[in-house]
Antibody, heavy 120, light 110 residues
Framework: EVRLVESGGGSVQPGRSLRLSCVASGFTFDDYAMNWVRQAPGKGLEWVANIYHNSAKINYADSVKGRFTISRDNAKNSLYLQMDSLRTEDTAFYFC?????????????WGQGTLVTVSS | QSVLTQPPSASGTPGQRVTISCSGS????????VYWYQQVPGTAPKLLMYRNNERPSGVPDRFSGSKSGTSASLAISGLRSEDEADYYC???????????FGGGTKLTVL
């Protein structure tokens, strides 16, 4: 059974940083691309970033480009999201999500989410 | 404003058939697979349909998906009260080099 467990969420002031982590199990982690997707409270889903199975290519949504960094450690079955220069509009539940293949944002499995609140 | 367009709401009575549409463009739906997700408020999304019309194991055959050109749709037949949830379509966009989602459709079972 695929399991994705996020951690690292919390409350932070605008302009500060936060690092999210996701530990994966139940599948061969280094065979699949991984994604981060967020959802502001009461709003729809917004794709944030994805990373190839071997970290060879990374893509970001325009809304986070230059501020967020996605990375992975295949030896630890872990995915990360470094979030810098946080803004109030970054407040959301952040989901770690497994792709259907080695490269894409076709998501097949989701973590339970971790809440990030950016407020002064 | 979402890249993919879904109706904000849909409704039906138990046993009815409901269809939710998802409209995009040549760079997204027109050239890539469509995925559908069901989300009960307060929980994580769950995969409902993959690669346009494939059902994951455990998803009832009351759910079906289709795609034609730059549009896709999700059909739910024999509507049940537990189908009440938010539904999202998603695909990859070649121009944006990223995944895109519809704005979501809130399904109410009357």
């Amino acid at each position: 059974e695929v399991r994705l467990v996020e951690s690292g969420g919390g409350s932070v002031q605008p302009g500060r940083s936060l690092r999210l982590s996701c530990v994966a199990s139940g599948f061969t982690f280094d065979d699949y691309a991984m994604n981060w997707v967020r959802q502001a409270p009461g709003k729809g889903l917004e794709w944030v970033a994805n990373i190839y199975h071997n970290s060879a290519k990374i893509n970001y949504a325009d809304s986070v480009k230059g501020r967020f960094t996605i990375s992975r450690d295949n030896a630890k079955n872990s995915l990360y999201l470094q979030m810098d220069s946080l803004r109030t509009e970054d407040t959301a539940f952040y989901f770690c999500a497994k792709a259907d293949d080695f490269w894409s944002g076709y998501i097949t499995h989701w973590g339970q989410g971790t809440l990030v609140t950016v407020s002064s | 404003q979402s890249v993919l367009t879904q109706p904000p709401s849909a409704s039906g009575t138990p046993g009815q058939r409901v269809t939710i549409s998802c409209s995009g463009s040549a760079s997204n739906i027109g050239s890539n697979y469509v995925y559908w997700y069901q989300q009960v408020p307060g929980t994580a999304p769950k995969l409902l349909m993959y690669r346009n019309n494939e059902r994951p194991s455990g998803v009832p055959d009351r759910f079906s998906g289709s795609k034609s050109g730059t549009s896709a749709s999700l059909a739910i037949s024999g509507l049940r009260s537990e189908d009440e949830a938010d539904y999202y379509c998603s695909t990859w966009d070649d121009s944006l080099s990223g995944a895109v989602f519809g704005g979501g459709t809130k399904l109410t079972v009357l």
